[in-house]
């Protein structure tokens, strides 16, 4: 197999949407079948999330949005969870990962502790997305939902993406 490298050095755009496409199906079935051994209480890190951080900060955030709706539709229906409500929640996380793509930087961000804030800020807003369908105002006040559902969740799911970043930085050979 051929591997088609552009003007920059990077891989071809077919090469590296494929490697997405495998990864988020490879991703959706992990967090089908194994996240139960994982989970801390009702606390399950979204592995998903992490792939949608990940390319809008590699891609820009017009491909992030995208790869955030793809993931979040092929989540819900791998899941049978209600249509559109991940697709909704890891398109607009996305959207905020977006905002700190910086062409030609995707190493440096990816590969240093900016990612795991921006991990945790995408993840409280898809958090804050997804939860706000499943939570009737009368259920559960405002500040325990924050806490459980906002906080604790991304803490979570930013503890697993340290690998991600781990896995860039032996990438760079750091």
Same mark, same amino acid.
């Given at each position: 197999m051929k591997i088609i490298f552009d003007k920059k050095g990077r891989k071809s755009p077919a090469y590296r949407f494929t490697y997405y496409a495998i990864a988020a199906l490879i991703l959706s079935v992990v967090n089908i079948v194994l996240l139960d051994f994982i =989970? /801390? #209480?009702t606390l399950t890190p979204d592995f998903l999330l992490i792939l949608c951080v990940w390319i809008? /900060?590699?891609? #820009?955030?017009? +491909? #992030? +949005? +995208? =790869?955030g709706f793809l993931c979040g539709i092929l989540f819900d229906f791998v899941s049978h969870d209600v249509i559109g409500t991940n697709a909704l929640a890891k398109t607009a996380a996305a959207f905020v990962a977006g905002w700190f793509y910086k062409e030609n930087k995707q190493n440096v961000t990816i590969g240093s502790f900016r990612f795991l804030a921006i991990v945790f800020v995408s993840s409280l807003v898809h958090n804050m997305f997804y939860f706000f369908f499943y939570i009737k105002s009368t259920e559960i006040a405002f500040f325990p939902f924050f806490l459980k559902y906002g906080l604790a969740t991304s803490l979570y799911t930013t503890v697993f993406a340290v690998f991600a970043m781990l896995v860039k930085l032996q990438r760079k050979g750091v």
């Open positions: =989970a /801390v #209480g809008a /900060v590699s891609e #820009g955030q017009f +491909i #992030g +949005i +995208i =790869a």
